[in-house]
């Protein structure tokens, strides 16, 4: 089995469906002969050629606008946007028409494409260019929002994806595309979308996380009696998989890079106290940025959630 990083796992994903299903295009800012802005789609213009790998101008909008024309006649788009600070670009068409069109149409049209952005910070980039606002994007209803944490989940997830009917957000960790090696089957495999994963087994404390966080955490819990939760999908979130852990360990810490104000962490701490809390033995605790812009490289270390913030707020959450 080869040992592969992100980014070849997600381009091994796209030219399997895309030998798979001849419905299945990709568009993007310069996705064909560059092969992308991280090289993810390095490849794919000289195996399907223009017709299925178009370079498209600088126009985030009008590159969504034309990937809901093309779901909804019947191809299965996979239109990339260089960095997720610039799909506030086209928030519009992918809140009030890609996320709708199965509820405005009643069923008639769906709606089946994949948005591919890079997310997160750590790579030390301008702004705009390590945002990590997945929360805006899981309060659309009709759209799926998912995170993989390394090579093996960016594919099945990624296969899954290009699979859904309706439009997913997949949101490619940046500071993870060439961090880690893992062994990716070749040939299909799917990982269901809305299905968390334990990625580690403990008794005394349950941490969630996902994205490039998952494995800031698995380091930090080094030492610790732990389950760590992996989330994968954003938006709907694995509920039983999460009550599962926390009625085990009764006490929860929550680990996200956005900022902590109306964060993705808060709804799921809400619904474990709306769920479960009689098994709670702590307060639940969450690791976030602070809630400010993301700052320029010097300072992103500071930003970013730390192995040491992340082991306090065990600590203190095993006192009690």
């Known amino acids: 089995m080869a040992q592969l990083n992100m980014v070849q796992a997600i381009n091994q994903a796209l030219g399997d469906e895309m030998a798979r299903d001849d419905r299945v295009v990709l568009l993007g800012e310069d996705v064909g002969r560059d092969g992308g802005v991280f090289r993810v789609t390095e490849g794919l213009l000289e195996r399907f ?24 006649y019947g191809l299965r788009p996979v239109p990339e946007i260089q960095f997720m600070g610039f799909t506030y670009s086209a928030f519009e068409q992918l809140f009030a028409h890609a996320a709708r069109l199965r509820s405005r149409s009643r069923g008639r049209y769906s709606c089946p494409m994949v948005v591919r952005t890079p997310y997160g910070g750590g790579i030390k980039a301008p702004e705009l260019h390590e945002e990590s606002t997945e929360s805006i994007y899981c309060q659309i209803p009709g759209l799926k929002v998912v995170a993989p944490s390394g090579p093996y989940t960016a594919k099945g997830l990624l296969l899954a994806a290009l699979r859904d009917p309706d439009p997913v957000l997949f949101l490619e960790p940046t500071r993870l595309y060439r961090l880690l090696r893992e062994e990716v089957p070749e040939g299909d495999y799917v990982l269901e979308l809305g299905r968390a994963r334990l990625a ?52 929860v810490v929550i680990v996200q890079e956005a900022a902590k104000t109306c964060g993705l962490g808060a709804e799921i701490a809400a619904t474990i106290a709306e769920e479960a809390i009689l098994h709670l033995r702590a307060p639940i605790l969450r690791v976030t940025a602070p809630d400010v812009p993301v700052p320029l490289g010097k300072l992103i270390d500071h930003y970013l959630p730390s192995p040491e913030r992340i082991r306090a707020a065990l600590d203190e959450v095993l006192q009690y």
């Open 49 to 72: 050629g223009a017709e299925r790998v178009l370079d498209t101008p600088l126009a985030e909008s009008a590159i969504m606008g034309a990937a809901i024309g093309m779901a909804a």
């Open 200 to 251: 580690r087994a403990g008794g005394a404390v349950t941490v969630i996380a996902w994205g490039s966080m998952l494995e800031r955490v698995l380091k930090s819990v080094e030492g610790y009696d732990a389950d760590v939760v992996d989330l994968l999908t954003l938006n709907p979130f694995d509920i039983e998989a999460i009550l599962g852990s926390v009625r085990k360990t009764g006490r």
